[in-house]
């Protein structure tokens, strides 16, 4: 029963013939090869856009580089106090930003809400004394695997444009929250005044592929750069783009994380009255106590306490292959803690 | 009236003429002048305790250069959320450290106490997701006027010893809490544990000279190189180190910081309803509503709001050379508010 | 007949199956993984010393990465003025050390002699005022295909020595030079003074896997944070670390190595006469000028220019599967323009 | 008879007073005072053109900052292999700037020629690969105390136009440029295609004051920002401003440079026979063998040795307010060596 993290799941069946298909012949290297030229109009039409993809095999580097894209040294990012920028990458949107300063906010489930922008804005309006706020960015799925609505998104959207900010969606978990609220890429994204959007692949059946996607093709230059800068344009980028594409073919992508989605609901049902959070898409956070997450470990569980040591809360992520008989073990497990 | 700053207010005399006595004669540049060559030496005896001092002629470049030659790029500083080095420096310290990140704390009159050193360590102990907290840095006297007594300061530097912090002391006032608190250099720096103090001269009567003080000569090249490599290597040292020189002769520092002092607690007693914190140094800080800030500057009085826009909560900050004339009227002038 | 770059190759069969093997069951992330674990282990034993190695996916960022963790922001890296660090990593260098300076060397076959390095100390000796030179980065084999001997390498590590620089490998053939020189991979790197050494797979018969080899366990935590800090901490990092062992497995990567740079000397006898360096390893570089190349790629030869367009340069890298019959071709084509 | 530097020299007599009469009354801080307000009008009626300039105390300062606004990263700058900004700022534009690259070219007299713009393009085209050419930075008057004629600043201003590279001028001896030429200000900055200019004062007479000047005020936000976060923008900004309006007042500039560059004159002719570099400024460059360095020396001449050790050349910078007899003393024994 490993509930511990997407990250641990194995690649899906059609990416790794994917990978494989993709060992064949001479390619052009540093990402001139066909399937990595087919990107861009892969995701133009997912998204219904003309969208520029590059290819970086970690969602800090997706996150860090689209940042970095649009924030000055001097700037702020607006983003959850818990969001993985801040707290999960060791520096790195400082780093790729050369120094910017993520602008944490506080609210429930991980999720910014548009006067937080304002607040934030009033704080620090001193020129050139106070950083500049200069980007908005929010995970889809959040880090407590709560969902922004389309209007939400939209709404974050608004604020941002009224305020001058890049919009950033980190979407680690992107597919899951599309597979969970039924929209369109589009309209949670460019529609809804996303600007660059972090989208993955590896925790929902990829190997190690995720894309920068950008809605607006000005910035194309500057990521490219900064990735090759960062050490992230893959000599032999075959292999990511395959997987990605793959990824995409025929809905694979939804279908995965729609499954995950399904399983995290029966952990939720079973585990309702400790939920500490809302379960909305492949992760479950409980809140029962240290005696009975020690219990749950006795009996053979795997998960990550939360929000610190000895908390009494742990967080239970659904991959996208996970057993059901897993899942079912679980349920009875935290039924009998009721 | 004018209450606004104490970067306000003129050179002291004894310091400008000590400025103008340096203008005499060829004088080796880039720091090597005789004037210059005698600050580690009368630091030295200043702190009672081997010191190394370099000049700059800002705060943020003390603190800044500093911070950086003990915290690495994936580290991070404790501060308070209201310090200078988190609110006021437009991102210095991420700038000069290479992406480092403060890992600001609360707490009243913008003092940082030994448990919030446990709090942030135990939120940033998942390395390497985590930056690495690496210092804590304080401001003596705080952002709010507040002093660290002795007791405190050793209290501090013996948590940051425990964690392995570097502890730095943000002294832009440094000079007004020595006066406060009538304790020695040393028993507010390195006997309490502090390893690198930014010494402010500017704000208490000189032109524009500040002194990086650190306790352990190690820290020297590395100081030495990013000072040069910042642009801050001046190359006709003689003029601040002049400066220097004549705020410490025959206790000049203490004397003007003292009188500040003093004359700030007179509009403290005459301010006593409104104060929105104790008056510990040279800074007052008030909260009659805006309606009554509005009365004081109709009358005449400068100063600055707080806290935001519309707070109704205001500064005044007495400069080393106030007149005590403005300060009976600014008095009046609070007593009428009650 | 490509001929363009070693990175145009697939992945050989030995590490593919090596990857589906990975694809097994649950496996802890971020470097937590069995196969990751066993890296340490494998690399200490085929360089008979202890090490420790650092999976990244890009040469770029394993050279970054080590030089970073060696050179501090006002440090230089010796290197030559052809090498990868200096032409094609888009400045990655200078992004992950915070600015440091390359200090680059002319000298035949893309080599750095011992005298260079004197040279280079000399004209940069006057602190703070210029930068401090404080690593000497090769590349085994060079970008000219050249290879340094043990003694070549071990007169470097003595300099470096002497001159309190760091010694790194920029090893993206190294198991060409390893092959070629027929030394043991101890003999090559701490034997001779190396400190550190990026290890390549990727042009080599990987997909995308390459080791920074660190035999100073010193160094460790900075390698670790500075990757991660890079978004190089691959989640699921088993398929990475599965190439890896499979490409040491029973000498795998020399006998790649080995026959690559059999080919090349084949093409180098049948393009003798325009040889423009000398052939030590996979690459062969000609200068039959202009309307010879152009014939070649009349002919259907792929290759690139070198040196910058219409020098009449070309250079030929012979990749780890390159057909014999593609070798015969070439080498015919080549007779033919004597 | 002191030759070391035109920074060992005093300040003029005019700027000191002006500093002293700074000395009075409450003053805004951080730039808002009146003397620093001053400044914008009073740089844009000299260069006959809308300028702002910013106020900051070293020439590593200026440069870095001026370029740090229109460099990139990834960019590159081309400049003279013996430029200030190569060899004298401890990789200062490369802190600023976030890590670019400096391009450097050689040709004597420490100046660039047009034609080596194209080169450096032509080695730089590999995008993402090599960096992006971004600046041409040249020396007026160069580190060999050439000058730059109206003619070719301007071939150099359209080199760079055509190349799409920004164009900065090194002016921390602007004043001896513009007085030995004879030109306007105008003519020698932005009529020539000049985009940023670092004004220096401090070697000619200030205590410590030089302007960046922007020709186009589109980069002034990121320049006051970038400042501030350098630590350079001074709190009691009144006092450096002072200086630059007195050094400006009535020609004073112009005045003491043109002073300087006689007396340099006087000494290149009884130094003619050993001449390294045709006397242009107030610098001369001589190359009489070690021998005759060591009888100057031991006649009381101080000087630095020029190129490295034991070249047996040295440099002798005559300073603004240099002693006719100094002078005339050091021609004589310059008579003597013949």
Redo the contacts between chains.
Sequence with gaps: M?F??D?????APEI?AA??AA????????GADDSTKRLDAIFSELFEHEARAFV???????N??ALASVV???GGVICHEEAHIA??????P?????????LPVRGPNAKVAPADIAGVL??HN???????PAALSISQTTERGALYTRAEVAALGEASRAAGLAFHVDGARFANAAAALGASPAELTWKAGVDLLSFGA??NGA??AEAIVAFDSARA??I?????????????GR??AAQLLAYLQDGLWLHLAGRANELAHRLGEAAAPFLSAPVESNQVFINPGNQALARLRAAGALFYDWG??DTGEARLVV?WNQAEAEVEAMCTLLRVLR
Tied chains: 1, 2, 3, 4.
Aim: glycine share 12%; net charge positive.
């Design positions: 490993d511990r993290s990250n641990t799941s194995v690649c790794m990978v494989h060992n064949s012949g001479a390619a052009s290297a540093y970086v095999t970690t969602g800090t580097a997706a860090s580089i000055p040294p001097w707290c999960d990458e060791c520096g790195a400082e780093f790729y930003s050369g120094g910017a300063k993520l009033s704080r001193r020129s050139p004394h106070a950083v500049k590896t925790k190997m190690g230059e500057e490219v750069r900064r990735r090759k800068r960062g050490g992230h344009l893959l000599s032999k292999y990511a610190g040591d991959s």
